[in-house]
């Protein structure tokens, strides 16, 4: 009898317990959540056709010159006829492209691009520290000069007082 009482818990450890360790089930949408219809096949194939060409997209934003040289090179013929109209002298390399090109030349040349980075940065904070600071004491002083005024009011609005 102990023998059928142990595999009779074991079969109920497996049958129940066992599944909800292994694949927990969801707690159950508040009352509030309405449950929404289920997708039909076209509706579903749209759906996944719409995913792909988005995650296809994506993809290719992220592929560079190396990958995909052919559209670079129409891209960049369309390019230069609206830059002929522009200066001669091009673009300044964005912070970020600096820190590659120092990046791909070794740690001598990162370190130098890093504290550039670091110090423009700081100034930046600092300059942004000061104005802070001025339009602080120029709201104190606001604050501080109504609070005169309106002292000088009071003390023109009560009558002298009598020496008894």
Same mark, same amino acid.
């Given at each position: 009898? !102990?023998?059928?009482?142990?595999? $009779? !818990?074991?079969?109920?450890?497996?049958?129940? +317990? %066992?599944?909800?360790?292994?694949?927990?089930?969801? %707690?159950?949408?508040? /009352?509030? *959540?309405?449950?929404?219809?289920? %997708?039909? $096949?076209?509706?579903?194939?749209?759906?996944?056709?719409?995913?792909?060409? @988005?995650?296809?997209?994506?993809?290719? $934003?992220?592929?560079?010159? +190396?990958?995909?040289?052919?559209?670079? #090179? !129409?891209?960049?013929?369309?390019?230069?006829?609206? +830059?002929?109209?522009?200066?001669?002298?091009? !673009?300044?390399?964005?912070?970020?492209?600096? %820190?590659?090109?120092?990046?791909?030349?070794?740690?001598?040349?990162?370190? /130098?691009?890093?504290?550039?980075?670091?110090?423009?940065?700081?100034?930046?904070?600092?300059?942004? @520290?000061?104005?802070? *600071?001025?339009?602080?004491?120029?709201?104190?002083?606001?604050?501080?000069? #109504?609070?005169?005024?309106?002292?000088?009011?009071? +003390?023109?609005? @009560?009558?002298? #007082?009598?020496?008894?």
């Amino acid at each position: 009898m !102990k023998l059928r009482v142990v595999c $009779r !818990k074991i079969y109920d450890y497996i049958r129940y +317990d %066992l599944k909800e360790i292994a694949f927990p089930s969801s %707690l159950p949408d508040p /009352p509030h *959540i309405k449950k929404r219809r289920k %997708l039909t $096949r076209d509706e579903r194939i749209w759906v996944l056709k719409r995913a792909s060409r @988005l995650y296809a997209a994506s993809w290719v $934003r992220d592929i560079g010159p +190396d990958l995909r040289p052919d559209d670079y #090179k !129409k891209d960049d013929m369309a390019a230069e006829t609206k +830059d002929e109209k522009r200066t001669a002298k091009g !673009k300044e390399p964005s912070t970020l492209e600096d %820190l590659a090109v120092a990046a791909r030349g070794g740690m001598e040349t990162l370190r /130098p691009a890093l504290q550039r980075v670091y110090m423009t940065r700081a100034s930046a904070y600092r300059d942004a @520290l000061k104005s802070f *600071i001025e339009g602080y004491q120029e709201g104190v002083q606001q604050v501080m000069e #109504k609070k005169e005024d309106s002292n000088t009011q009071e +003390d023109a609005d @009560l009558p002298p #007082k009598k020496p008894t």
